[in-house]
């Protein structure tokens, strides 16, 4: 007889500045790691399993993540986990809120929209402090001509070129719903630099890489090393163009998180 198992969904931030990444990896710091050591420690005689909506790399950061939580006893005060939770948990991840789901709810599919933030600036050197949320280049960009090549990227194109190990598997032809670049109006500090940008781009889902690596073509085009009609190439089927620019990951941030209803 299948035991009966309880759902809830769980919305979380993190600063990823210090881990490797979302998914648990031996001997390394990671996001799921963390969740997995402080639910044991909270509910040690308690089966469960965390399924992740996405897969973060090192050093990416989240405003508006969730996981899928699975236990086969109802949790008896989701207020109570919140905080015994977050009290348990280090300071640079905090769990926003949990409520119970339908056991048909999956957090892969029936994820509607992600829409990823990277900051970035350039011109002069950062303060220090800033590391962990702007990368910092220190050439000068067309800051105009990154924002004609952003747009290129909307729409339904093949990524193909935008991964660093394509598979057999993998599917690359993909819809990018809006992709801009903006002034920085989200995240500011004392110590940020008088100017940031954001390149914001939205999507039902991404490949591994596939932001910093649009991110680290425009970079390229900002120093006039590509062209838009090299950007415009490297989205066709087929396309033997390398890029040799991927963003780091601390500039990389998912800034909203939709599902259906």
Known sequence: M??????????????????????????????????????TFLYPDTPYKILGAGRTDAKVSSLDGAFELFVEEPLEDLDVFIQDFNKNLPSDIRLLSIAPIDQDFNIIK?????????????GCKNHPFSAPFITNYLDHLDLELMKKGALLFEGMHDFSVYTASIKPTTIAVREIESCSIVPNDILTANFFPEHSYILKIK???????????????????????????????????????????????????????????
């Open 2 to 39: 299948k035991k009966q198992r309880f759902c809830y969904l769980v919305r979380l931030q993190y600063l990823g500045f210090r881990f490797n990444g979302w998914q648990v990896q031996p001997k390394l710091r990671t996001i799921v790691g963390m969740l997995d050591k402080t639910f």
């Open 110 to 122: 029936d994820s509607k929209t992600k829409e990823y933030t990277y900051f970035f600036s350039f």
């Open 203 to 261: 999507g039902k889902g991404f490949i591994r890489y596939q932001i910093r690596m649009i991110m680290g073509a425009l970079v390229q085009l900002g120093k006039n090393e590509i062209t838009l009609e090299e950007i415009k190439a490297s989205l066709l089927t087929g396309s033997t163009h390398k890029l040799n620019t991927i963003a780091p990951g601390s500039g990389l941030i998912l800034n909203k998180l939709q599902f259906r209803n």
